[in-house]
């Protein structure tokens, strides 16, 4: 019981720089205060202060950080749902699926991985294609907006891959993906600011703003610390 103590001590609370205390905080903030202007979806607030706990722990290369996706993933399930959001909510359902198995690996390997640069390109080359395909696909069940959607459905289930796997070209593709989703939501709030669009809250679609403006900024940090090791042996694994 002691031993376990530790560990949950060591992952939650060791080794955190005064830079990451901050924008963690700051970043936790945001999603309270868009709950507070628009107090609609209780879920979509949850989804998003599990979401940026979830991945400030993964930059720091913490096995924790999955047990705090796992609460995200399911809450986004359900905002994607009553969004027609097809392609986020087929992915969110395999986010769910893949918690325990990023613990499963995490609890084994400590070291992040690099592909070789030829290896890279076919990955990116690839994760184009996929993005295209998904695309034609999300357009034939009549998602919303399924340009953007497709990254949702295809990007985002390579990033996550290669996230579980600790490569650090996973933060690349996460940066694309979150950019991609900070207009997605962005365009989905301002329609239905407008009157253009009834489908889904529009509390629920600015927790979504708020949260993948969050996770772009920590992909952008988390892409410097994996690439230069220092996740490498933060907080042990179990």
């Known amino acids: 019981m002691a031993e376990q103590h530790n560990w949950f001590y060591s992952q939650l609370f060791t080794n955190w720089k005064r830079f990451e205390i901050l924008y963690v905080t700051i970043l936790l903030l945001l999603q309270i205060g868009v709950f507070v202007l628009v107090p609609d979806s209780p879920i979509g607030m949850i989804s998003g202060v599990a979401g940026v706990i979830c991945l400030v ?5 913490r096995k924790i950080s999955f047990l705090f996706g796992f609460v995200q993933c399911v809450a986004m399930t359900y905002v994607a749902w009553i969004s027609h959001a097809f392609g986020s909510f087929a992915m969110d359902v395999v986010y769910v699926i893949s918690q325990p198995i990023g613990w499963y690996l995490w609890g084994r390997q400590q070291e992040t991985h690099s592909f070789a640069p030829g290896t890279r390109k076919k990955v990116f080359f690839g994760a184009f294609i996929a993005w295209a395909v998904g695309w034609w696909v999300l357009v ?4 919303q907006l399924p340009w953007f959607d497709s990254i949702n459905f295809v990007i985002s289930f390579i990033a996550q891959v290669l996230y579980v ?3 650090n070209e996973n933060w690349s593709l996460w940066i694309f993906v979150n950019i991609a989703n900070f207009l997605y939501w962005s365009v989905l709030s301002f329609q239905m600011m407008t009157g253009d669009n009834t489908i889904g809250t529009l509390g629920a679609n600015l927790s979504q703003v708020a949260l993948q403006a969050a996770l772009l900024f920590n992909a952008v940090y988390a ?3 994996w690439t230069s090791g220092e996740a490498d042996n933060e907080g042990g694994a179990k």
Do not use: N
């Open 57 to 61: 722990y993964g930059m720091k290369g």
């Open 140 to 143: 034939g069940v009549g998602g």
């Open 165 to 167: 796997l600790k490569y």
């Open 223 to 225: 892409q410097k610390v």
